[in-house]
């Protein structure tokens, strides 16, 4: 059975940090991506990893402050969230993929997490 469980999300003030954590079970897979939707708004890329060697792929609005890695077996993701600003506001997504490469399409993802809240108060 197919898992990824997503924790860390909350409410916190615009400059805060906050850190997400997904972990994955039942599945193989290549790449982990993080991913986030604000209501009324399309699910949108934040950052992607490599669950082999650790490559990463940010989007522009997070490059410099969120960080993504994983742990040491692998079987979890991390998404460190420093600097927020109230337009971080949304639910996060852990998904995972097997293609080869990193990608910030949603529809390359195989499996998703349930999301976790993130909001930033001005």
């Known amino acids: 059975q197919v898992q990824l469980v997503e924790s860390g999300g909350g409410l916190v003030q615009a400059g805060a940090s906050l850190r997400l954590s997904c972990a994955a079970s039942?599945?193989?897979?290549?790449?982990y991506g993080w991913f986030r939707q604000a209501p009324g708004k399309e699910r949108e890329f934040v950052a992607a990893?490599?669950?082999?060697?650790?490559?990463?792929f940010y989007a522009d609005s997070v490059k410099g402050r969120f960080w993504i890695s994983r742990g040491n077996d692998k079987n979890t993701v991390d998404l460190q969230m420093n600097s927020l600003k109230p337009e971080d506001t949304g639910v996060y997504f852990c998904?995972?993929?097997?293609?080869?490469?990193?990608?910030?399409?949603?529809?390359?993802?195989?499996?998703w997490g349930q999301g976790t809240q993130v909001t930033v108060s001005s």
């Open positions: 998904a995972v993929r097997g293609g080869l490469g990193l990608t910030m399409v949603p529809v390359t993802y195989d499996y």
């Open positions: 039942g599945v193989t897979f290549r790449s």
């Open positions: 990893i490599s669950r082999s060697d650790g490559s990463t």
